[in-house]
């Protein structure tokens, strides 16, 4: 695709429910990483692939939250038992494995709200 | 740890106005520095990108400068327009990591320009 797609961009749960937020990278990206932005901060790095495998998990909070890679295109980030603490944007970013570093394309976020 | 920190929060001026936004670190090892534009729900817009070697970047009416020794960055945007209305993000790659996407962000700075 033309860019990064999230899917859904709103999501409202209750306390307690599991949710799953998908990312579609742009074609061709070998790495892909999700972030966290609650309201009024700036983005918190979550998790980073590289192909289908998570070089870098140290930003999951705990382990309510997982994320899957599973043929290095398409990434599902999930969340169980989720809180009202979880409530943010979630975005997520792709890069060509071989690129400056930084040189990410965000995509739109998926909104979750925990009531 | 890294911390980034942006000033002002937020900025409101006339159309026209030239503006400086600040973003300070904490740890003056990074690899680059980056300036985002983020619209209200939207993801984010990559700006300028700022190697550690490099002292500014520009592009138009934007102009990064970067002094790394004391940690310091500031985005200068000429001529202001109320189009350049706008949450503005700072972030930075840490040097000696291996995952180049692990971007650590500012809060960010709500600019508005009124006509």
């Known amino acids: 695709g033309a860019g990064v797609s999230q899917t859904p961009s709103n999501k409202v749960t209750e306390k307690g429910k599991y949710v799953e937020l998908r990312c579609d990278p742009i074609s061709g990206h070998t790495a892909l990483y999700w972030y966290r932005q609650s309201l009024g901060q700036g983005p918190e790095f979550l998790i980073y692939f590289q192909g289908t495998g998570a070089a870098d998990d140290s930003g999951l909070p705990n382990d309510r939250f997982f994320a899957v890679r599973p043929e290095g295109s398409v990434s599902t980030l999930k969340i169980q038992r989720t809180e009202r603490g979880d409530s943010a944007v979630y975005l997520c970013a792709s890069s060509l494995g071989n690129s400056l570093p930084g040189e990410l394309f965000f995509g739109e976020g998926s909104r979750l709200t925990v009531l | 740890k890294q911390e980034v920190t942006q000033i002002p929060a937020a900025l409101s001026v006339p159309e026209g106005e030239n503006l400086v936004l600040n973003c300070s670190f904490t740890?003056?090892?990074?690899?680059?520095l980056q300036w985002f534009r983020q619209d209200p729900g939207k993801g984010l817009t990559s700006l300028l990108l700022i190697q550690s070697s490099q002292r500014e970047q520009t592009s138009g009416r934007l102009n990064a400068s970067l002094d790394k020794s004391s940690g310091r960055s500031t985005l200068y945007i000429a001529a202001s327009q109320p189009g350049d209305s706008a949450t503005y993000l700072c972030?930075?790659?840490?040097?000696?990591?291996?995952?180049?996407?692990?971007?650590?962000f500012g809060q960010g700075t709500i600019l508005t320009v009124h006509p």
């Open positions: 740890d003056s090892a990074i690899y680059n």
């Open positions: 972030a930075v790659i840490n040097a000696g990591g291996t995952s180049y996407g692990k971007l650590t």
